[in-house]
């Protein structure tokens, strides 16, 4: 195998390989990056068992042939080469390794046979669908952060994602909680994406997936599914990873429809206010939302250092309620608000409260109350 190709592209394919290896493997060939030079082409593979991304780049190829190396070395390598160089690799060289060579800089890096390296890809998915690139980033936004990180929930550890029916609109719906809060958001179902009733996505693959998001050109992306993978194809980019197999909990059952008790006040103020009176809760994390006729008081209280509030106006009519939260997690929320005005809907100081943006209804957000 020997080949030249550019140092920018093949950076930018490392990028994306060696954020899939795990750089501490108990099998060897998993911290490699298949390389196969083939046509006009390199195909690039990588995989931990549970995702995989195969990557094609143009290269100058004198001789086809495959091999493996290890991913996380040889994105050091090519990062640190000069830009606008040229890069050359070879395989065997005369000690029978990999060489890497551009300009004056030369490497040689022991290699794994590719008949060693795993394939996870390559079942058939039979719900296909194109979704809009700025779609699918903003619902993988708008609930991500939500997900769950403890293994002992492990059906929590992703995105639920399926078609659902309200009367007459069709959407397609990703939900994650990890208990303590709930983000649920949609938009309009996909043609072809009908028979998807419902799947996790596992949280490390919707990163990967939003990061390879961000480096995309194009439109639209292919997603296909099954019962136990998920596949995204764009570009030359194509991303396989199994599902969480288990069953996610009805969530529509924790997310009140009776709260009346309607608070709304300009977002990007009280982010602003949460953020500032948080600074005395230290590892408490707690912060409390007083409301009253027309403001709202956010505070928040040390026994050690002190204690801060700070009062907003507000839309609020109803009797007045003092509720805990979590502050890191409303932020989070808050960061997720376009419009300009956020609304809570309220119950009681120990009921979940839901929140939204008041101009755009396609996603919800519950918070569980915190008791301080």
Known sequence: MKFTIERAHFL???????????????IPVLSNVRIEAKGSAINFKATDMDIEITEIVEAKIAEEGATTAPAH????IVRKLSDGSDV?????DEKGALSIASARSKFSLSTIGVEDFPIIS???LPINFEISKDELKTLIDRTQFSASVEEARYYLNGLYVHAKTEGDTKVLRVVATDGHRLACAESPLPEGAEKLEGVI????????????LDDASIDNVKMALSENKVRLSFEDITLTSKLIDGTFPD???VIPTDNDKILEVNVKELASAVDRVSVVTERSRGIRLITDTNHVTIAASNAELGNATEELEARYEKEPIDTGYNFRYLLDILAQIKGEDVR????????ATVINDTSDNS??????PMRI
Do not use: C, W
């Open 12 to 26: 930018k394919t490392l990028s994306h390989i060696q954020s899939i290896v795990e750089k501490r493997n108990t």
């Open 73 to 76: 070395m040889l994105y050091d």
């Open 88 to 92: 050359e690799l070879t395989y065997p």
């Open 122 to 124: 390559g079942d058939d």
């Open 201 to 212: 996505i596992p949280r490390k693959s919707v990163l990967e997936i939003r990061k390879l």
């Open 251 to 253: 969530y529509e059952r």
């Open 344 to 351: 809570f809907s309220l119950s009681s100081n120990a009921t």
């Open 363 to 368: 996603a919800i957000y519950v918070l569980m």
